[in-house]
């Protein structure tokens, strides 16, 4: 099993979308099931993206608060993957789900175990914005982190603050890679083109070689509850998705 | 149904379209084995056996071309000798190359031999000034085929030298564009490319080397950072253009791009380690290579389905030379050493070809030169017939000048195999008259009866015969890749007629004759017959037919007493009219309805719509204008909507604005809109500098097989006839009546 985390230091760079449509790109090459979604994020947005039933009861945090187990709880979408939504929580919910997680800090790890996925399997888990319990839970037993830019000037200057975050985790976890992934690129925008190349420079190999390109088809499909692939197969979002499959599915780069 | 398409449809129904795979047998079998034995043989370092092996060798050889026979036995060792070369050739080696050459040269030389000892009248008559004529014209191609096998005997084939680590150790270029009277439209993608290549930026500088005091060049230097250099006069043309920018700057290397020869970003890394290998090295040239059909190809509808001219020269010739330390400069797309340049004065003025005198000057000197035949630049062919035609004499005057004026038999420096290379180049524009003399010899019997070959019929054959076929074999082996047996007869015949006169008035006053520019990105608005242009070879043509008709009357009526000697002229004559017949299709230009050539390509590519979506798609081709993309669904977008659309090289994006032209099924076409200055250095990073812009170009050919070639042009001058008689019928009033319609 194969763990993707998708982070960012800011939020609204699409990185709920990305983790939704990286899950189903990943999905068309591994096969139907193999490839299972996790929403740790409060704001509990991935499901949308596989039109999944916002009134789910079961979810990951009240499976938390109740302490069982998340097997009877992954919902199947009708596009092969697997959804685990964060759930509909009030806050007192959520401080005591996030009281859970500071207490256990290998409450994800133990049970990503339980689920029983084999080997090929890949999990994609969708964190808040910025440092969090969640992110913690998701560095303590990812095999790799996203993180997710835009190319502007916000993104550009929380990468010093990410760098070093990862920096301290990878004394803990040497073996953890991380990845860059440009967003809603658009070269024909200046401004765009500029802090691409910036960003380029500044990330180098640590950037990933494929790019997600600015698409209004990746907003249009969420408004009709469809991941970007489904809902406009020929467009470049897809094409640029397939291609980060495929990227970070080579063995290399895992 | 065009003459294209009947072609490429023939070939695939003859199962010719794909290339004959080669047996492993000739590449490893007991004639390869033991001719590499033969090689490899211990005894040949026993000082002493290398030269009396090849002193019999000369002996037999000198026996075999004089020894006398008799018709039978002429045929008889004939036929032994062509069976040997038939069944020798399907080998691969360069051992057997020289095999077939030599006895190609034995042939040839034998036939001569007996020409000139046999065949001549003695007694002084027009019959024998007119043999003498035509036995002229028979050495002239004797040499040229000789000294042809010994240029491209071994063609070195270069690789690019890399550059090393240390960038402090990369010579300063400065990168010269001439222009004089192009458009600026034509000037500024060399431009905008020659800024892209890739090179330090604080060791390259580029000058727009303008000799037409232009306003709107100045204006677009100095846009792009680029120094603009002008002159008061326009002394010497081209090569003063140049000699006048040589004291306003100084990089180490200079690099001259004609002003529509596009660079890729490789250009300077792939030919500037050959200058820090060999410190005696003055100029590396690299080939011409165009993006648009030459008059030629558009025409007779053959692009990219033939080679054409250049492509013996710059895909043999120079490597051929370049072996011989003699690869010439062509003007453009090459590299040359400043200190040595300046040395040699400059680009030669006394001629209209400085770029070959220039390197002769430099080889003179004792300088080395490299060819690398890796196409690192592309521009765009001449236009017209008469723009074609004009371009080659041109070159042919400049030729026949440097042969007047500094020729390369005699003088100091040279060594023998570059005085030979040399020679060979200025000979082979002196072709126009023996052609001309081919083209008219059997007239001269079918109209006079004179006898220029004093022998029957059946004799001539016995000797003549083995010599074509020989030539044939062996160049069709040497040369079969990038010229096609009869296809080359079609483009010399065309020009020999203008290149006899200015040939022939160089040698007698080397000084007159001025440079004239090529005139490119025009376009030919209606399909015409060049008249003017195919005058010469109507009239010679009218004389073939009319030597046919009274042929038969000889064959049939008047001379049937030497039946042999009629057939013979009148088979020579409907070879003569077949090539002349595929001439004239030449002449009758074809309309060409786009301004830019468009240059496939499969690139992955993007449409970024109004609306924000966008399209993952394929660009098929490209031209400055614009581009065409293959989609991957039907898409609903209105002609003339402002899209951008993006071409990727590796993981780099560059966007250009455009227009939707054309959107039908799964085609789009988009012409480039609103562009400024960025989106010109992104279309030409994207399309004409890539690195890998013109690899795979030149598609495996097939290589020349002269019986199909021979076909081919029958076909071509049968098409030419008809379309050229169809062209006097709308030309004539009468034809015109509505009546023959309906």
């Not at chain 1, 979604?37 to 039933?53: E, W």
């Not at chain 1, 990933?208 to 009709?224: C, N, T, W």
């Not at chain 2, 065409?628 to 090289?649: C, N, T």
Request: charged share 20%.
């Amino acid at each position: 099993m194969s763990v993707v985390v998708v982070a960012s230091m800011k939020g609204g760079v699409g990185k709920t979308s990305v983790t939704a449509n990286l899950a189903v790109a990943m999905a068309a090459e591994l096969g139907a099931g193999c490839v299972s979604t996790i929403d740790l994020d409060p704001q509990n947005a991935l499901h949308l993206h596989f039109g999944l039933d916002t009134s789910e009861r079961k979810s990951v945090c009240k499976q938390a608060l109740r302490n069982r187990s998340w097997r009877d709880v992954m919902a199947d979408s009708p596009f092969g993957v697997t959804c685990l939504p964060y759930g509909v929580a009030s806050e007192p919910e959520r401080k005591a789900f996030e009281d859970i997680l500071a207490a256990e800090p290998d409450w994800l790890r133990r049970h990503l175990a339980q689920t029983g996925l084999g080997g090929d399997d890949v999990v994609l888990i969708d964190m808040p914005p910025g440092p969090s319990v969640y992110l913690n839970q998701g560095f303590a037993c990812a095999d790799l982190v996203l993180i997710v830019l835009l190319p502007d000037a916000g993104s550009y200057s929380t990468i010093a603050a990410m760098e070093s975050w990862i920096d301290q985790i990878a004394l803990q976890r040497p073996d953890l890679h991380s990845v860059y992934l440009l967003n809603q690129m658009d070269e024909s925008v200046r401004l765009n083109r500029d802090m691409g190349e910036v960003l380029r420079q500044r990330l180098d190999k640590r950037l990933s070689p494929v790019g997600i390109h600015r698409d209004e088809a990746v907003s249009e499909a969420l408004a009709f509850l469809q991941p970007v692939l489904f809902y406009d197969p020929g467009c470049q979002a897809t094409y640029d998705f397939q291609r980060l499959a495929a990227f970070l599915l080579e063995p290399a780069a895992r | 149904m065009n003459l294209r398409s009947t072609l490429l449809r023939w070939r695939e129904w003859r199962g010719l379209g794909a290339r004959s795979k080669l047996n492993p047998r000739y590449l490893y079998g007991l004639l390869n084995e033991s001719g590499n034995r033969l090689v490899e043989w211990s005894v040949w370092s026993t000082p002493g056996v290398l030269m009396a092996t090849a002193l019999a060798c000369l002996v037999l050889f000198g026996l075999l071309i004089t020894i006398p026979f008799s018709r039978t036995e002429q045929l008889v060792f004939s036929l032994v000798v062509v069976a040997v070369a038939l069944y020798i050739r399907r080998y691969v080696g360069t051992l057997v190359t020289l095999v077939l050459v030599s006895l190609s040269v034995l042939a040839s030389t034998r036939y001569l031999y007996w020409r000139f000892s046999t065949s001549m009248q003695i007694e002084l008559s027009a019959d024998l000034l007119l043999g003498l004529g035509l036995l002229a014209a028979e050495f002239y191609a004797w040499i040229i085929l000789v000294i042809g096998f010994f240029q491209t005997i071994w063609p070195l084939k270069r690789k690019p030298v890399p550059m090393p680590q240390d960038l402090s150790k990369w010579p300063t270029v400065d990168v010269f564009i001439p222009s004089y009277d192009e458009p600026l439209s034509v000037v500024i993608p060399t431009v905008i490319a020659a800024l892209a290549m890739d090179w330090p930026r604080e060791k390259i500088k580029v000058y727009l080397l303008d000799d037409g005091q232009r306003d709107d060049f100045r204006e677009f230097a100095a846009s792009v950072d680029v120094t603009y250099v002008t002159r008061s006069d326009n002394v010497h043309a081209k090569a003063g253009n140049i000699n006048a920018a040589l004291p306003q700057t100084d990089g180490e290397l200079i690099a001259i791009f004609d002003c529509d020869h596009i660079p890729t970003r490789t250009f300077l890394q792939a030919t500037v380690g050959l200058f820090l290998q060999d410190s005696q090295l003055a100029m590396v040239q690299t080939p011409h290579h165009f993006l648009s059909p030459d008059p030629f190809e558009r025409n007779l509808q053959l692009f990219r389905l033939m080679p054409n001219e250049g492509e013996l020269f710059y895909g043999l010739v120079q490597d051929g030379n370049d072996l011989w330390n003699a690869a010439f400069f062509c003007g453009s797309c090459a590299v040359l050493r400043r200190t040595m340049l300046l040395e040699v004065g400059g680009v030669a003025v006394e001629t209209v070809t400085e770029d070959a005198h220039t390197a002769l000057k430099l080889h003179r000197l004792g300088y080395n030169t490299a060819y690398l035949g890796v196409i690192q630049a592309a521009g765009l062919a001449t236009e017209s017939l008469s723009a074609h035609v004009g371009q080659r004499i041109r070159w042919a005057r400049g030729m026949a000048q440097i042969f007047r004026i500094d020729n390369p038999l005699f003088g100091k420096g040279l060594r023998w195999p570059q005085r030979l290379c040399y020679l060979n180049a200025m000979l082979h524009f002196f072709y126009g008259l023996p052609r001309i003399i081919f083209l008219t010899a059997p007239l001269s019997y079918l109209f006079f009866e004179a006898h220029i070959i004093q022998a029957s019929a059946d004799v001539l054959a016995v000797y003549a015969l083995p010599h074509l076929i020989h030539a044939n074999i062996a160049n069709s082996r040497m040369q079969g890749k990038h010229r096609h047996t009869f296809w080359a007869e079609v483009y010399e015949t065309a020009l020999a007629w203008y290149i006899m006169v200015p040939t022939t008035l160089a040698m007698i006053n080397p000084k007159s004759g001025q440079f004239n520019v090529t005139a490119k990105g025009g376009r030919v608005d209606r399909e015409f017959f060049d008249w003017k242009i195919s005058s010469p070879y109507l009239i010679i043509l009218a004389l073939n037919v009319l030597g046919i008709a009274i042929g038969f009357g000889r064959l049939f009526w008047w001379n049937t007493h030497e039946f042999g000697t009629v057939l013979f002229n009148l088979l020579w004559t409907v070879y003569n009219l077949m090539i002349l017949a595929a001439t004239m299709s030449v002449a009758l230009e074809s309309r060409q309805i786009r301004r830019h050539w468009r240059v496939q390509i499969n690139l992955p590519a993007m449409i970024r719509l109004p609306n924000g979506r966008t399209v993952a798609c394929e660009a098929e081709d490209f031209s400055e204008g614009g581009l065409a993309i293959r989609l991957p669904v039907e898409l609903a977008i209105d002609q003339g909507s402002l899209v951008r659309i993006s071409l990727f090289r590796g993981e780099r994006e560059f966007a250009i604005p455009a227009a939707v032209v054309f959107n039908q099924g799964l085609v789009l076409r988009a012409r480039f809109e609103n562009m400024n200055l960025d989106d010109y250095r992104a279309l030409v990073a994207a399309t004409f500098s890539r690195a890998d812009a013109w690899q795979g170009w030149l598609p495996e050919r097939d290589i020349d097989r002269p019986l199909r070639g021979l076909r081919e042009v029958l076909g071509v001058g049968l098409d030419g006839f008809g379309r050229f008689i169809r062209r006097i019928g709308l030309t004539v009033p009468w034809r015109r009546l509505e009546v023959w319609k309906k």
